[in-house]
């Protein structure tokens, strides 16, 4: 499946125009807007081999508010050296690399920009290796982040930068982490990942465990902004808490594999910005790591050494149902898209699902779940004891 560069490219390649034209608006809804990519990141993605696409979901114009024009950016990339490199030639290539993206994603207007899960390291939570791997680890303030809050700083953009994070206070334990770096190049705060995968070559139960700072939404100069890191999209309930806490862009910074999630990928991020009127940005790592050593999982498969296709596609949905096209599943990419923030309350003015959620419903069944004598609520077919 990696030959295929993008289920877009096969679309355009087999369908007519007027069947495209009508294919594209079911699979992606009305509402995007292709905008013109300006010349000079158009060249930087020519002469430094990634994809860009630009678009624009507009929102109604209203009466009282004046449009909140943002325009997102949604960074994916692949390893710049082969996985068992050493560490600080991949992380200088890592840095040397994004300084790149991001620089093109500014150049397209972007105001908010997210990268993918663990920008900085090959994903190597698959071998359960401990070293060299765990040096990769830095702290909140490590070179990675001074890096990207220098650049926040230059171009007046708000930076989600997820990290493997050495937490240096507390033992010197690990944590998969989300940095929010505001515009001024100030650290706003952190979020760490909430649920923590226990499927196939997702070994990350060996690095770090659950986060226990809730679901944080930071306020910044371009919106309120949620992170809902990788393996928390398999989650309602944590989409959800996002949406209750007033976020109104949700960032879905990943690292997953086609042979595992790709039929999920474009439904969950695109459901939760419905479900909780929100704008959601997947972004999802791409190409294929190879590591020294073999290794094994807990399912069944033979010694091997690469985790799989990371397969891209990374795109932006909005409240009201539609989603952008997906980048690339094979390269580097840059998808900016303009938004205006005005129409998450336009969404749930129209399909009341706040208002109609019977949350205290909800938890009130939740609390009696996690008590220890919990009763599933069955009723049986008298029928079925005879």
Same mark, same amino acid.
């Given at each position: ?82 996985? @068992? !490199?050493? /560490? ?8 040397? %690399?994004?300084?790149?993206?991001? +620089? $093109? ?79 001024? @190049? !100030?650290? /706003? ?8 995968? %226990?499927?196939?070559?997702?070994? +990350? $139960? ?181």
């Amino acid at each position: 499946m990696e030959k295929f560069d993008s289920v877009e490219k096969v679309l355009e390649t087999h369908l007519p125009a007027e069947e495209l034209e009508f294919v594209k608006s079911v699979v992606y809804g009305q509402g995007p807007v292709a905008l013109e990519i300006p010349q000079d990141a158009s060249k930087m993605a020519e002469e430094h081999d990634f994809e860009i696409k630009s678009f624009k979901i507009p929102a109604k114009p209203e009466q009282v508010r004046a449009p909140r024009l943002v325009r997102i950016a949604a960074i994916q990339n692949k390893l710049v050296l082969p996985a @068992g !490199a050493p /560490i600080p030639e991949q992380v200088q290539a890592m840095q040397d %690399r994004m300084k790149i993206l991001v +620089e $093109a994603a500014v150049k397209a207007g972007a105001n908010v920009i997210g990268l993918q899960e663990c920008w900085h390291v090959p994903f190597f939570m698959c071998t359960r290796e401990k070293d060299p791997w765990c040096q990769y680890a830095e702290p909140p303030t490590g070179p990675s982040t001074r890096m990207l809050q220098e650049l926040a700083r230059q171009h007046n953009v708000v930076i989600i930068a997820p990290i493997l994070r050495r937490d240096e206070a507390h033992g010197d334990t690990v944590h998969n982490t989300a940095m929010v770096i505001s515009n001024n @190049g !100030a650290i /706003i705060g952190m979020h760490d990942k909430n649920h923590i995968p %226990r499927v196939g070559d997702f070994n +990350e $139960a060996n690095y770090y465990v659950e986060g226990m700072d809730g679901h944080p939404v930071f306020e910044t100069v371009f919106g309120k902004i949620g992170i809902n890191i990788c393996y928390g999209r398999h989650h309602p309930l944590n989409w959800m808490a996002f949406g209750l806490n007033g976020a109104e862009i949700v960032f879905n910074p990943s690292a997953t594999v086609g042979a595992l999630s790709e039929p999920l990928w474009p439904l969950e991020a695109r459901t939760a910005a419905i479900a909780n009127g929100y704008f959601s940005v997947a972004i999802n790592r791409v190409g294929t790591e190879t590591f020294p050593n073999a290794f094994t999982s807990g399912n069944g498969l033979p010694q091997h050494n690469d985790f799989g296709h990371f397969y891209g596609a990374s795109y932006i949905a909005a409240p009201s149902g539609c989603r952008t096209e997906g980048l690339t599943r094979l390269r580097d990419g840059v998808l900016v898209t303009e938004v205006d923030l005005n129409m998450c309350r336009q969404v749930k003015d129209v399909w009341c699902f706040q208002m109609t959620g019977r949350h205290e419903v909800y938890a009130d069944f939740l609390a009696k779940y996690t008590r220890a004598d919990f009763q599933p609520q069955i009723i049986r077919d008298p029928a079925l004891n005879e």
